[in-house]
């Protein structure tokens, strides 16, 4: 189950963010997400973890909890709409 975690403090590392979702699930992957040009973190990331039961669990243990100051917001990652690029969406647009 993917999970997406916002309110991060930006000095928050993904070993932190691992560290802290090991407590309540088996972590298989943990993304910050960072800005192009600068490298900081946005504030939020994805963590991955085996079972829709392990996420569940983070979410409610994890969501309000504090991390690094902040009160961690844990919810069910949403799917990305398909894109078919650029090009489509300017034939669908103008």
Known sequence: MNLFVSNL???TTELDLRR???RYATVTRCHIVRDRETGRSKGYAFVEVNSRTEGMT?????S???LDGRALSVQIAQDRPASDGPAAHRRRWG
Request: with cysteine.
């Open 20 to 22: 802290e979702f090991n």
């Open 9 to 11: 403090h930006f000095d």
């Open 58 to 62: 983070c979410i409610y243990e994890l």
């Open 64 to 66: 309000g909890a504090e």
